[in-house]
């Protein structure tokens, strides 16, 4: 298995992608590709680790001059950063220089790029976005948390046997529940968009395609109501962050209150295991990223301020992505998921 990664791309590069290469190679033996300016990934190997001249077993670099920053423009970036570790890093996925890729740099490039370097599924209307949020059954498949603002009924349908394929594949659950994010659980609730999607999952699910259980509310989520939440990206990135925003509230006032004097830090220490599996579950770091579902290569997305453990995970989920076989389940079910096809598509 050999994994790339955007070297260049996101806020502690490279240091974070080289520590989380090296981490990721020697714990799970995957081999990685790190793309970049080599003598600043060099520099990172010889201060941080200690390599000198010859690489760590299982790493390799690819020159890349030019770095693509958050300030960039996402459509400008493929036609005028040719050289940069971003598009680099697609091409040489593109032409099977790897097996999946990896970056915490610019979103809208990756998915601009992902797009129109290895493309996506002939068929699929629209890549998504899609995170596996924590919740009390073990967690359940965001998808799309903010790569498509808006959408049709058949991106939310197609969405939705992605993500089921997902779940079924990646995480282990067979007969994944599918719930439409909404703003209540009647068939009614919800925009035109919803109403008319919420019609079209009933019908994959009477005919055995999909175990589409209705409407889920925001509240649900978090409750273990289903296993795949169908949104568009911005009613899903709301949520997301949403999500994000409570966990670290709350994370935030426990350590406080277990901080207030001595008897309360005594508690703490009492219910430090317990706090500390709390923290783990909600932890992005042991998460990794986010899969980009719909390209014809698997492409993960870590976030902005992925540290080398966040990046060490994204590559074990890079390579789980490709062994899994959802994209040959994606193609091989392309007539079932899609409305019509479109020549040129």
């Known amino acids: 298995m050999k994994i790339i990664v955007d070297a260049m791309g996101g806020d502690f590069a490279p240091k974070a992608q080289v520590e989380g290469a090296t981490m990721a190679a020697q714990e799970f033996g995957i081999e990685v590709v790190l793309v970049g300016?080599?003598?600043?990934?060099?520099?990172?190997?010889?201060?941080?680790?200690?390599?000198?001249?010859?690489?760590?077993?299982?790493?390799?670099?690819?020159?890349?001059?030019?770095?693509?920053?958050?300030?960039?423009?996402?459509?400008?970036?493929?036609?005028?950063?040719?050289?940069?570790?971003?598009?680099?890093?697609?091409?040489?996925?593109?032409d099977g220089g790897g097996d999946g890729f990896v970056s915490a740099g610019n979103t809208g490039a990756l998915l601009t790029g992902a797009t129109l370097i290895p493309k996506r599924i002939r068929g699929i209307r629209r890549a998504a976005l899609s995170p596996v949020i924590p919740n009390r059954e073990g967690g359940a498949l965001l998808i799309d948390c903010g790569a498509n603002a808006e959408c049709t009924p058949e991106y939310l349908m197609q969405f939705a046997y992605m993500g089921s394929y997902y779940v079924r594949r990646v995480l282990g659950r067979e007969n994944?529940?599918?719930?439409?994010?909404?703003?209540?659980?009647?068939?009614?609730?919800?925009?035109?968009?919803?109403?008319?999607?919420?019609?079209?999952?009933?019908?994959?699910?009477?005919?055995?395609?999909?175990?589409?259980?209705?409407?889920?509310?925001?509240?649900?989520v978090l409750l273990g109501g289903a296993d795949?939440?169908?949104?568009?990206?911005?009613?899903?990135?709301?949520?997301?962050?949403?999500?994000?925003?409570?966990?670290?509230?709350?994370?935030?006032?426990?350590?406080?209150?277990?901080?207030?004097?001595?008897?309360?830090?005594?508690?703490?220490?009492?219910?430090?295991?317990?706090?500390?599996?709390?923290?783990?579950?909600?932890?992005?770091?042991?998460?990794?990223?986010?899969?980009?579902?719909?390209?014809?290569?698997?492409?993960?997305?870590?976030?902005?301020?992925?540290?080398?453990?966040?990046?060490?995970?994204?590559?074990?989920q890079a390579g789980a992505l490709a062994k899994s076989g959802i994209i040959e389940d994606i193609t091989a079910n392309i007539d079932t998921i899609s409305i019509k096809q479109t020549d040129g598509e």
């Open 37 to 94: 300016r080599r003598a600043q990934i060099m520099e990172e190997l010889e201060e941080e680790l200690g390599y000198h001249k010859a690489l760590p077993q299982g790493i390799s670099i690819v020159e890349a001059s030019e770095v693509v920053t958050m300030e960039d423009d996402p459509a400008r970036v493929i036609r005028e950063k040719k050289d940069s570790s971003l598009v680099v890093g697609l091409n040489l996925l593109k």
């Open 176 to 220: 994944p529940r599918v719930g439409l994010l909404s703003n209540g659980t009647e068939e009614s609730k919800g925009t035109a968009l919803q109403q008319e999607t919420y019609k079209l999952l009933q019908s994959a699910h009477g005919a055995g395609k999909l175990n589409f259980i209705g409407n889920i509310e925001g509240r649900d």
């Open 228 to 316: 795949v939440v169908v949104a568009d990206g911005f009613t899903g990135n709301v949520l997301l962050k949403g999500i994000e925003g409570t966990a670290m509230f709350i994370m935030g006032e426990i350590r406080s209150a277990f901080r207030q004097n001595a008897v309360t830090k005594l508690k703490g220490l009492l219910v430090k295991k317990n706090l500390r599996g709390l923290k783990n579950k909600m932890d992005v770091s042991e998460v990794g990223g986010t899969a980009l579902l719909g390209i014809t290569k698997p492409v993960i997305k870590a976030h902005g301020n992925a540290d080398a453990r966040t990046i060490r995970s994204a590559i074990r």
